[in-house]
């Protein structure tokens, strides 16, 4: 169903200067017409395809003539990538440690500049069978310390669905507006979004779920950062953590985890001038940017990721912003396993989209940085691919010492998996500890202390990502919210 | 809006310090200067310590029986007759060994393995040089007193023999250099980031040397001592222990695995590394006839005034900084004060040798409390214009009159007896040589020589060897992987059989040291033992080969 935008109420001029149809073919088709090699609407290209097909043929029939060499060949690859996957995160949190690499705006300095010169905001928030958390929105909404009149708030629902819909025509009291997205394929959160932005006033523009509890001043410490910040600076993503963290050990393992890579991994990319992957919400943008590098891609499912890319690669530059938006974290196994089969998935499309262009790519990012997309990007959801194997050959060995695991190890091998398993296995345990301490929340010292645990999860959820990108590739599993506590107004970090 | 927001900036300065965009706008990292003089003083001070180290080897021949020990593991490591991580023996702590492997891949090929320690010391010295460049910018010294105050720790002739000989001290010494700039950051401000530099820094302190069983939990109390609650005192003590305590952990762990025992080290003389804990002789000039809690303070002393004379007058200033200052600097004296408990605990057991390297890491500790006080902007006397230039020439003036003490001091053989480093001081200082050196290399070059050309005569013949005694041998042969080592799975079965499958055993007399006396014997003793049948005679390592 192909119905009309509803804007209710109709606060803006009516946007009927284009028409419906249009507008959702821009959100569907405008980055696929323009830019299609940046379009993840085909998972691979024809060439790449091939590339796929005669490898995967090549290495089936090399292992089948050679199965000890190629085995070998393999691990040696695996142990390169697990060593410099390792180097690298290794880097990235030093980086992050040495150098102050977030954007900080104090609160009197947010608070010094005149209502009357900040610019319009458009903050669009994509919801989806969510009626319960609308509350929670007005309340957020009402929290922003940023003239309301400033302030254009689009909260973007599903045509078809009536429970937010109703929900939200329930609770609107005039500061925001309703945006109803026709029915359409595919149905992702980017699609929405895009939606959204050609309906947008504000010259600023930022994403929030709706369950999402930011930092009342983010709004005016991320105008004063983009407006301040040199020319290229496009985007600020704001820290994400979590307000249910001690509900259970999965929102425990999730809070060190986002711990880590808001107030680490990002800022040590940041501080690298490497490629950031945007994370879901909470990131700000200068709308005239977005509107030049093609905006999300629907077909993306960590559009956000991709979205990261693509601004670095049209030599725009991403900042960490210091303040906090508090969201929920998933406390279910299965929705858990859900969102980051999603995320997972999301990073391969981004690998592949980025590679279809190698050459291109290595001369826009330079060596560094394309090192840098492939080992972040990249490698990602390789080593949560590749943990299964390597646990299952070391369970193996310890259980039987079968001959064929110690032929497959050879010596320079052998000393890189124990280099990964000693030393990279306490690293990144130990990272964790340290967020523990950093956040001092009771419980997550023990969490931190049980993270392998979590990477099984990881790996599981890694798995599930690699099939469906095969077959499933812009399928949009959708995150349940509401399981958590309520938040309490903290500041976590 | 940005000519707006700037008509809202109140200054330049109070902009700064809200607005904080250190990674996006440009400027704000080292300055160009020290980036420069980072860069060219690594560098010379690589060259510096990596052309000594050629002197020393190849010019002097002069190498520590403990570096050749690394050496020939290392080698073992990767070019034995069944390489593994087990040939280091794990009797010392791995991290020297683990780290100079990755050099002797590269200088096997051309036949000099037993320069990878000296090529590890040089880099580690280096990368020290450059971590306290670092230090430097980021605490504001200007290029001049940044270039003087290193140049015036980097080219200490101590410190540059340390960084060529090969050993484990250099490798200590970054990672010391590390922990105090850990510890002022973390006393500046205790963050995340500088706990990690902290366990991290103790961890690799820990993966060097025993003494940091001692230094561990002092660093823990004073990192503890910064925060306010118990409970944060706990923690952040607990914190930055985990990496120490987890490689203290994984080693005793590989103790267990290789030796069968968690404590191996304390008692390392059938270990692969060199039998080094001997107990010293009574009359052994170099330490008190008497060995008591008072001769070992007193012994202690002395050799801190030899070696790092400038802890002794910068501990003072460090104890009466003002009040926001005092905890770190009693830390880093507490710190320091480590290496002489070290031998105040050990000396009077008679479990140490006292070698003058043991005082040594002081220097490492204080150049960094010197870069502390010179580039303190707050301090009455470092911030004044007026004497702030004189307080860093004086800090300067401490600085090299410590290593003009420290020559002269590693020269007298009375000091330096125990691996003949005098040798080295007095033939650098144009001195005539007033001792007996030690030469274990050249010996065990033509030992080598000789079992390489009886073991030619006979392909694919093996020998066994004592590891812990023969390392010397097994690095200079032409053949490592014709050498039956003790790390070797068979080995124990091979003594249990007689002797079984080997052609040749090599057996050492036990009587190696310099000193004459019998510094352990471990299973070269088992060899003579077990494998009577073949032992035809007591060989000394002139003439060693027997079959």
């Known amino acids: 169903m192909r119905a009309g935008a509803q804007l209710a109420p109709p606060r803006l001029p009516s946007p009927t200067a284009i028409s419906n149809d249009e507008l959702l073919r821009v959100s569907i088709d405008g980055l696929r017409d323009s830019d299609p090699d940046d379009s993840a609407s085909k998972n691979l290209t024809p060439s790449q395809r091939t590339g796929v097909a005669i490898g995967s043929v090549l290495a089936i029939g090399v292992f089948v003539a050679r199965p000890l060499g190629t085995s070998v060949a393999f691990v040696t690859m695996a142990m390169l990538v697990y060593v410099v996957v390792l180097a690298y995160r290794t880097v990235l949190f030093v980086s992050s440690l040495n150098a102050n690499s977030m954007i900080v705006v104090s609160d009197e300095e947010a608070r010094a500049v005149p209502d009357a010169d900040l610019p319009i905001y458009t903050v669009l928030v994509p919801a989806y069978k969510e009626p319960e958390v609308i509350a929670e929105l007005t309340a957020a909404i009402a929290r922003f310390e940023y003239p309301a009149r400033k302030l254009d708030v689009k909260l973007l629902l599903e045509d078809d669905d009536a429970d937010t819909i109703a929900a939200a025509v329930g609770a609107q009291k005039g500061d925001f507006q309703i945006v109803r997205v026709p029915v359409s394929e595919p149905r992702t959160k980017p699609k929405a979004l895009n939606f959204g932005l050609q309906l947008a006033r504000g010259s600023l523009v930022t994403v929030y779920d709706a369950e999402d509890h930011p930092d009342p001043l983010q709004l005016r410490r991320a105008a004063i950062a983009l407006e301040r910040g040199p020319d290229d600076l496009a985007c600020v993503q704001a820290r994400l953590a979590y307000h249910n963290v001690n509900q259970n050990i999965i929102t425990r393992w999730f809070t060190l985890e986002y711990a880590t890579w808001f107030t680490q991994f990002l800022p040590g990319l940041v501080a690298r001038d490497a490629p950031v992957p945007l994370g879901g919400t909470s990131n700000h943008f200068k709308k005239s940017v977005l509107d030049e590098v093609g905006a999300w891609d629907p077909f993306n499912v960590t559009e956000d990721a991709d979205l990261g890319m693509r601004l670095h690669r049209r030599g725009y530059r991403t900042g960490v912003l210091d303040s906090v938006t508090l969201e929920e974290a998933n406390s279910d196994f299965i929705n858990w396993v859900k969102q980051r089969s999603r995320w997972y998935k999301g990073y ?109 999860m990881m790996s599981l959820a890694a798995v599930k990502a690699a099939v469906q990108f095969v077959f499933q590739p812009s399928s949009w599993e959708k995150t349940v919210h509401g399981l958590g506590t309520r938040p309490v107004f903290t500041e976590v970090a | 809006m940005i000519a707006l927001l700037e008509r809202f900036q109140p200054s330049p300065e109070a902009v700064r310090a809200d607005v904080v965009l250190p990674a996006i706008l440009p400027g704000r990292k080292t300055t160009r200067p020290l980036w420069f003089l980072r860069r060219r003083l690594t560098i010379a001070s690589f060259i510096v310590y990596l052309s000594s180290a050629l002197w020393m080897l190849y010019g002097l021949g002069f190498s520590i029986g403990d570096a050749l020990s690394r050496s020939a593991n290392a080698r073992a490591i990767w070019f034995a007759r069944r390489p593994t991580l087990t040939s280091m023996g794990f009797g010392w702590m791995p991290g020297p060994v683990l780290f100079q492997s990755i050099f002797t891949v590269v200088l096997e090929p051309i036949g000099q393995a037993q320069l990878s320690g000296p090529l590890a010391t040089s880099v580690l010295g280096a990368a ?53 700039d850990g510890f002022l950051r973390w006393s500046d401000h205790p963050s995340v980031g500088a706990a990690t530099l902290i366990g991290v820094a103790l961890a690799g302190c820990m993966a060097v040397r025993y003494e940091t069983l001692v230094l561990v939990p002092v660093v823990a109390i004073f990192v503890g001592l910064r925060r306010k609650s118990w409970r944060e005192r706990l923690q952040s003590a607990v914190l930055v222990s985990i990496p ?39 009359d052994a000039i170099f330490l008190p006839a008497e060995r008591t809690l008072r001769t070992a303070i007193e012994f202690s002393f002395s050799r801190t005034w030899d070696m790092s004379w400038a802890i002794l007058v910068v501990a003072p ?30 000396l009077p057991q008679n479990r140490t040798w006292g070698n003058p390297r043991y005082f040594l890491p002081m220097m490492a500790v204080v150049v960094v409390a010197i870069i502390w006080l010179a580039s303190d902007r707050r301090s009455r006397v470092f911030g004044s214009s007026r004497w702030g230039g004189a307080a860093r020439a004086a800090l300067l003036g401490v600085m090299v009159i410590a290593a003009v003490n420290a020559s002269l001091a590693e020269s007298r053989v009375k000091v330096a007896a125990v691996e003949s480093e005098w040798y080295v001081f007095q033939t650098a200082l144009g001195q005539p040589l007033s001792g007996d050196r030690v030469d274990n290399a050249e010996r065990w070059r033509r030992t080598a020589a000789a079992v390489d050309a009886e073991i030619g005569k006979q392909p694919k013949s093996l020998v066994m060897i004592a590891f812990g005694r023969a390392f010397p041998l097994f690095l200079f042969s032409d053949h490592p992987k014709r050498f039956m080592i003790d790390s070797d799975r068979d080995y124990e079965a091979t003594l249990a059989s007689n002797g079984k499958n080997i052609d040749y055993v090599f057996l050492t007399n036990g009587t190696s040291s310099a000193l004459g006396r019998l510094v ?20 000394s390592a002139a003439n060693p080969v027997t079959t």
């Open chain 2, 317 to 346: 200033i460090l104890l009466f900084r003002r009040r926001g200052q005092r905890l770190a600097s009693v830390g880093i004296v507490a710190i320091a004060g480590v290496y002489p408990l070290w031998i105040w605990y050990l």
């Open chain 2, 520 to 539: 352990g014997s471990g299973w070269s003793e088992a060899v003579k033992t077990e494998t009577g049948s073949l032992w035809r005679r007591d060989a």
């Open chain 2, 244 to 282: 120490p305590a987890y490689v203290f952990f994984m080693w005793i762990l590989a103790n267990k695995l290789i030796q069968k025992s968690w404590f191996w080290f304390l008692h390392p003389s059938g270990s692969t590394s060199a039998s080094a804990l001997g107990l010293p002789p009574p």
């Open chain 2, 128 to 180: 020290t040089v450059y971590v306290l460049v670092s230090i430097c910018a980021r605490r504001g010294l200007s290029a001049t007193w940044t270039l003087l105050l290193v140049s015036a720790y980097a080219f200490n002739p101590a410190i540059v023999f340390t960084a060529a000989n090969g050993m484990s001290e250099q490798m200590n010494f970054f990672f010391l250099v590390l922990l105090v």
């Open chain 1, 348 to 456: 391969i499309q981004t690998w592949a989209v980025h590679l279809r262009h190698p050459v291109r790519l290595y001369r826009e990012l330079g060596p560094k940085g394309f090192a840098e997309f492939n080992l972040f990007v990249g490698g990602t959801p390789l080593i949560a691919l590749l943990n299964p194997i390597f646990w299952t050959l070391a369970l193996f060995w310890l259980v039987a010492e079968p001959a064929f695991v110690q032929s497959i190890f050879p010596r320079f091998v052998y000393y890189l998996a124990l280099v990964c398993w000693l030393v990279g296995n306490f690293a990144l345990v130990f990272m964790n500890v340290l967020m523990a301490h950093q956040l001092r929340h009771t419980g997550l010292h023990r969490a931190a202390a049980l993270t392998p645990l979590y990477w099984v």
